[in-house]
């Protein structure tokens, strides 16, 4: 698409609205300095031509620091994104590399989520087996240990955990 000058005025003017600002006061301390040199004032001309040169240096800061800022919020923008340097910067390649994102993490969250299930079983089948075990001990010895004793307090304290499958849904 083709960026008229007015729309790429009004992109930059959007970007760093310091630079035209200085530009157009460096232009009018330039315009002052003209006519107070036209008028035969040079006193007035010298100061305006000073201003002239204070204001461009600003102006120039102002490019500068703006440049920069700019290149590191598109810095962090790529990084967002997970875009490269040196590819290209339109729509469908950024929206393929955030799908692809999205597809990564999404793996990664299941796998985290499998392990974790995975975990869950094996605490479960443990207390199971404590448990079964500390009934077999007091029911062995008809006097049960204070350990043994604490296991199947415990354990009738415990809510009773339904097991399920996983409810997770994709987006």
């Not at 700019?70 to 910067?89: C, F, H, T, Y």
Request: hydrophobic share 35%.
């Amino acid at each position: 698409m083709f960026e008229t000058w007015t729309d790429k005025f009004k992109r930059k003017f959007n970007e760093n609205p310091w630079v035209p600002l200085g530009c157009l006061a460096t232009c009018g301390a330039l315009i002052m300095s003209a006519y107070k040199m036209r008028r035969g004032q040079s006193k007035e001309m010298n100061y305006w031509l000073r201003a002239r040169v204070a204001l461009q240096g600003a102006t120039l800061v102002a490019l500068v620091g703006g440049s920069m800022a700019i290149q590191k919020q598109r810095n962090k923008d790529k990084e967002a994104v997970g875009i490269e340097e040196g590819l290209p910067r339109n729509e469908g390649n950024v929206e393929l590399v955030r799908e692809g994102k999205k597809e990564a993490d999404r793996k990664e969250f299941e796998e985290r989520l499998k392990d974790a299930e995975a975990a869950h079983e094996e605490e479960m089948a443990v207390r199971r087996l404590t448990s079964a075990r500390a009934k077999e001990t007091i029911a062995a010895s008809g006097k049960p240990s204070a350990r043994a004793q604490a296991s199947v307090q415990k354990e009738e304290k415990a809510p009773a955990v339904e097991e399920k499958k996983s409810s997770w849904k994709f987006w």
